[in-house]
T-cell receptor, first 112, second 118 residues
């Protein structure tokens, strides 16, 4: 069964610093991959998704993620953190006709 | 109006009470899901339905039941609520085919229902 691992339940960065949130998936067959963001007291919204087209995927709010098959990874990055990026981020994978499988989430704090 | 609407948004109840969380959608999607979010555990799937006649258990279905009343409506019930069912519950939908005619599994979420069981 597919599983998704997010390294680090909490990441803290300074405003203006690089954001790196890590995600690894388990499937030997590359799945479709997603990053969702959850702002405080809100639902989840799609940040970006990989669907086997370009390996570097650009999303909203300046985020991007790179699919690396050799590393089974799909890490999320943003060159310069903003206070408004503080949220919980979820990586998820889809491997066929079964529901999305989520990682446990990474809470991002941005320090002024 | 939101495409995926959950009611109630917040509910406090007592142990042993029956609770129903309702979800309705205007996206026209066939597939609907109920997830539960707990701190440090991410989102875990409770039940899902690929169409009106299809109901499937997820990884944590014990203590829950669902009803797919129509394509647009999917309700989650707790027959006898217990404190460890205190959590944030999300309804989500997905389409069989997205705009690229590909089944990518992308989910569209409601804003959540926060349930507290005392």
């Amino acid at each position: 069964a597919q599983s998704v691992t997010q390294l680090g339940s909490h990441v803290s960065v300074s405003e203006g610093a690089l954001v790196l949130l890590r995600c690894n998936y388990s499937s030997s067959v590359p799945p479709y991959l997603f990053w969702y963001v959850q702002y405080p007291n809100q639902g989840l919204q799609l940040l970006l998704k990989y669907t086997s087209a370009a390996t570097l995927v650009k999303g909203i709010n300046g985020f991007e993620a790179e699919f690396k098959k050799s590393e089974t990874s799909f890490h999320l990055t943003k060159p310069s953190a903003h206070m408004s990026d503080a949220a919980e981020y979820f990586c998820a994978a889809y491997s066929g006709n079964t529901p999305l499988v989520f990682g446990k989430g990474t809470r991002l704090s941005v320090i002024a | 109006d939101a495409d995926v609407t959950q009611t109630p948004r917040n509910r406090i109840t007592k142990t042993g009470k029956r609770i129903m969380l309702e979800c309705s959608q205007t996206k026209g999607h066939d597939r609907m899901y109920w997830y539960r979010q707990d701190p440090g555990l991410g989102l875990r799937l409770i039940y899902y339905s690929f169409d009106v006649k299809d109901i499937n258990k997820g990884e944590i279905s014990d203590g829950y039941s669902v009803s797919r009343q129509a394509q647009a409506k999917f309700s989650l019930s707790l027959e006898s609520a217990i404190p460890n069912q205190t959590a944030l519950y999300f309804c989500a939908t997905s389409d069989l085919r997205d705009q690229a005619f590909t089944n990518t599994g992308e989910l569209f979420f409601g804003e959540g229902s926060r349930l507290t069981v005392l």
